[in-house]
């Protein structure tokens, strides 16, 4: 795997943009959660939903393996003696992986300025940091808007269309963990937006928790 759907150049190997989840660790801590357990709770979230994930062998550097989104609805970092453990979730005794013995993890940096803006932004290169200024954000939006009211308007789908399209999520759905808050994150980040997109704005489910209702219907 050397990247995701959307972001395909992400390179397992000589990218500098991998952030240990150490560092990720320490500056959510400091600077937003002030809990290391907290943070440790909130970094799984991301991870379970948008945030790209790797981990590199210590004894070995070739030896990296991106995870997958699933991976972290079988796995939880937790904060223990002051560091940093992976263990399965839910937990079985006797299994437990520590980070700094087996492992060092990394976050990608893109999708972390993304999720926590005012944290990792300053860390992006100055490019990606313009991008995601205030001002070149309005102008950026004021593009796109453009350059949407310049595009034919989409029909409004037929019901048949919209259970098709919601057959097709409800599999992604179900996989996802039963932890608090994690499926109500993914339909407002990753599965609203999307039935925006494939279905327009003129679909029955006018907003995120609408569409979570029905995937909970169906579950």
Same mark, same amino acid.
């Given at each position: 795997?050397?990247?995701?759907?959307?972001?395909?150049?992400?390179?397992?190997?000589?990218? @500098?943009?991998?952030?240990?989840?150490?560092?990720?660790?320490?500056?959510?801590?400091?600077?937003?959660?002030?809990?290391?357990?907290?943070?440790?709770?909130?970094?799984?979230?991301?991870?379970?939903?948008?945030?790209?994930?790797?981990?590199?062998?210590?004894?070995?550097? #070739?030896?990296?393996?991106?995870?997958?989104?699933?991976?972290?609805?079988?796995?939880?970092?937790?904060? #223990?003696?002051?560091?940093?453990?992976?263990?399965?979730?839910? @937990?079985?005794?006797?299994?437990?992986?520590?980070?700094?013995?087996?492992?060092?993890?990394?976050?990608?940096?893109?999708?972390?300025?993304?999720?926590? @803006?005012?944290?990792?932004?300053?860390?992006?290169?100055?490019?990606?940091?313009?991008? #995601?200024?205030?001002?070149?954000?309005?102008?950026?939006?004021?593009?796109?808007?453009?350059?949407?009211?310049?595009?034919?308007?989409?029909?409004?789908?037929?019901p048949e269309e919209e259970m098709k399209w919601l057959a097709s999520m409800q599999p992604k759905f179900d996989r996802l963990s039963r932890k608090h808050g994690v499926k109500s994150a993914w339909v407002?980040?990753?599965?609203?937006?999307?039935?925006?997109?494939?279905?327009?704005?003129?679909?029955?489910?006018?907003?995120?928790? #609408?569409?979570?209702?029905?995937l909970k219907k169906n579950f």
């Amino acid at each position: 795997m050397a990247g995701t759907d959307d972001e395909p150049s992400i390179d397992p190997f000589d990218d @500098p943009r991998w952030v240990s989840f150490e560092q990720v660790h320490q500056l959510l801590c400091q600077q937003l959660f002030d809990d290391p357990q907290v943070t440790a709770v909130e970094m799984n979230d991301a991870f379970a939903i948008n945030v790209p994930t790797m981990k590199r062998s210590r004894m070995h550097w #070739s030896d990296r393996e991106m995870l997958s989104f699933e991976y972290w609805n079988e796995h939880d970092l937790i904060w #223990s003696d002051n560091h940093l453990v992976l263990v399965s979730c839910p @937990p079985r005794p006797l299994y437990r992986l520590d980070v700094p013995e087996s492992f060092v993890g990394y976050a990608w940096l893109p999708r972390l300025a993304r999720r926590w @803006p005012t944290v990792f932004g300053p860390m992006l290169p100055k490019s990606a940091q313009k991008e #995601s200024q205030p001002g070149a954000s309005h102008t950026n939006a004021e593009a796109k808007e453009r350059e949407q009211s310049l595009q034919p308007i989409k029909a409004p789908p037929t019901p048949e269309e919209e259970m098709k399209w919601l057959a097709s999520m409800q599999p992604k759905f179900d996989r996802l963990s039963r932890k608090h808050g994690v499926k109500s994150a993914w339909v407002r980040d990753v599965a609203f937006p999307q039935m925006q997109n494939d279905l327009g704005k003129g679909g029955r489910w006018k907003g995120w928790g #609408s569409l979570r209702r029905a995937l909970k219907k169906n579950f």
